[in-house]
T-cell receptor, first 115, second 114 residues
Framework: GESVGLHLPTLSVQEGDNSIINCAYS??????FIWYKQESGKGPQFIID?????DKRQGQRVTVLLNKTVKHLSLQIAATQPGDSAVYFC??????????????FGQGTELSVKP | KAGVTQTPRYLIKTRGQQVTLSCSPI?????VSWYQQTPGQGLQFLFE???????NKGNFPGRFSGRQFSNSRSEMNVSTLELGDSALYLC?????????????FGSGTQLSVL
C-alpha cells in the first residue's frame, strides 16, 4: 500500500526562550540514550548522551532528563537560538555485548525558532 | 580530525539496477553502521560492521548487503532496486569497543530510484 509520511511533532519557540523536547522510548532494558540534531541536508549530529544509571546530565545550554519509570526522555535547550532550528531525535541503544551500532530512533521533533 | 565521509552525495538509479555506496569512518573508528532514513519510516538500522565482520543486522531484505575492508572503510550494496528504496542512506562510525558509544554520522547519500 501507499506509505504515509511520519507526521513530525513540531515545537515553535521564540528566540531566547527555553525549549523542551520530549521522547518516549520503547525498551526498559535500554541502557544508553542519545539526542541528535539533524539540519536539512545533513546527517544527525550528536548533542548529548546519558546512561541509564543517571537521571540528569548537563551540557552546554542543553540538559537531558531520563525517567526510567515511565520510559521518558527530555531535552531542554536553554536560551534557544535560530541556529537551533532543526529536527531532534532521541535514540536508545539496544546494544548487547559484542554487537554494536544499533540505535532505535524516535520519530523526531521539528524545532522552529522565531527571531 | 575528519568526520565520516560518504560518497556519492546524490545518486539517481532506475528500478532493477544495483547501487554501491561508500563510507569512510573517522580515523581510529573500527565500527561502521548503516541506516536508512525515509519520511515514512524514519531512521532504521540496516547493519553494523566491526573488524570486517557483520555483528548486527536490521530487518531488511537480502537485497541490502554490506562489507567492511581492513582499513575500516565500508560499502553497502542494494541490488534489484525498487522505488521504495529511495531514501537517505546514512553511515555512522564509532570506536566499537563498548555498549555505550556515541555514533557519529556522515551527511548521507541521497538515493532516488525512478
Amino acid at each position: 500500500g501507499e506509505s504515509v509520511g511520519l507526521h513530525l511533532p513540531t515545537l515553535s519557540v521564540q528566540e531566547g526562550d527555553n525549549s523542551i523536547i520530549n521522547c518516549a522510548y520503547s525498551n526498559s532494558a535500554s541502557d544508553y540514550f542519545i539526542w541528535y540534531k539533524q539540519e536539512s541536508g545533513k546527517g544527525p549530529q550528536f548533542i548529548i548522551d546519558i546512561r541509564s544509571n543517571m537521571d540528569k546530565r548537563q551540557g552546554q545550554r542543553v540538559t537531558v532528563l531520563l525517567n526510567k519509570t515511565v520510559k521518558h526522555l527530555s531535552l531542554q535547550i536553554a536560551a534557544t537560538q535560530p541556529g537551533d532550528s532543526a529536527v531532534y531525535f532521541c535514540a536508545e541503544n539496544q546494544i548487547t555485548y559484542n554487537q554494536g551500532g544499533k540505535l532505535i530512533f524516535g520519530q523526531g521533533t521539528e524545532l522552529s525558532v522565531k527571531p | 580530525k575528519a568526520g565520516v565521509t560518504q560518497t556519492p552525495r546524490y545518486l539517481i538509479k532506475t528500478r532493477g539496477q544495483q547501487v554501491t555506496l561508500s563510507c569512510s569512518p573517522i580515523s581510529g573508528h573500527r565500527s561502521v553502521s548503516w541506516y536508512q532514513q525515509t519520511p515514512g519510516q524514519g531512521l532504521q538500522f540496516l547493519f553494523e560492521y566491526f573488524s570486517e565482520t557483520q555483528r548486527n543486522k536490521g530487518n531488511f531484505p537480502g537485497r541490502f548487503s554490506g562489507r567492511q575492508f581492513s582499513n575500516s572503510r565500508s560499502e553497502m550494496n542494494v541490488s534489484t532496486l525498487e522505488l521504495g528504496d529511495s531514501a537517505l542512506y546514512l553511515c555512522a562510525s564509532s570506536l566499537g569497543q563498548g555498549v555505550s558509544e556515541k555514533l557519529f554520522f556522515g551527511s548521507g547519500t541521497q538515493l532516488s530510484v525512478l
